[in-house]
T-cell receptor
């Protein structure tokens, strides 16, 4: 069954620490995305990728890096985590065929203390 | 920049009530418009889209009509059920529709 799997599902980190959120997909979709979800802001795009080796900046990339080493995997990296990055992060995939239909994972809840 | 605005943060209804969730957009070009739904504990999922003026999108009893004149794409359902309780997101995509920009979401609670 095609799926978007995120890990870890829950993470508590300390301020200044490094955090890596991972996303694996079996949809074989070209496009992958990282969004964060916050009350009052909805879903905001952080980084996205059109394929292995490519990353693009979304609306709020500051403080985040992304890595797409393969078709299946897309990581979001917080080199120096801050409390303002406490949020729920969603990975999504899309076919790249201009449909606008994205397939989301179940989310990763990050708390930075 | 391009954006969508959802005016209701929360909506509370009883079963069989009529639902309207408002979505207005601002875009420099001609966007496609989308509705996504997020059930508790899950990621958002695609509901439907419309990509031209006067086009109606629909799914699962929900519908919305693209209105370029009023820059709106309001979500409606004639008779809601408790199982419709969820967060609803309006979104827009420009040119290739591969990058979507979401609104702030509307939490719908339906009481039995």
């Amino acid at each position: 069954e095609a799926a978007v799997t995120q890990s870890p599902r829950n993470k508590v980190a300390v301020t200044g620490g490094k955090v890596t959120l991972s996303c694996n997909q079996t949809n074989n979709h070209n496009n992958m995305y990282w969004y964060r979800q916050d009350t009052g802001h909805g879903l905001r795009l952080i980084h996205y990728s059109y394929g292995a080796g490519s990353t693009e900046k979304g609306d709020i990339p500051d403080g985040y890096k992304a890595s797409r080493p393969s078709q299946e995997n897309f990581s979001l990296i917080l080199e120096l985590a801050t409390p303002s990055q406490t949020s729920v992060y969603f990975c999504a995939t899309g076919t790249g065929e201009n449909t606008g239909q994205l397939y989301f994972g179940e989310g990763s809840k990050l708390t930075v203390l | 920049g391009d954006s969508v605005t959802q005016t209701e943060g929360q909506v509370a209804l009883s079963e069989e009530d009529f639902l309207t969730i408002h979505c207005n957009y601002s875009a420099s070009g001609y966007p496609a418009l989308f509705w996504y739904v997020q059930y508790p504990g899950e990621g958002p999922q695609f509901l439907f889209r419309a990509s031209r003026d006067k086009e109606k999108g629909s799914s699962r009893g929900f519908e919305a009509t693209y209105d370029k004149g009023t820059t709106s794409f309001h979500l409606r359902k004639a008779s809601v059920q408790e199982s419709d309780s969820a967060v609803y997101y309006c979104a827009l995509g420009m040119s290739n529709y591969n990058v979507l920009y979401f609104g702030s979401g509307t939490k719908l609670t339906v009481e039995p």
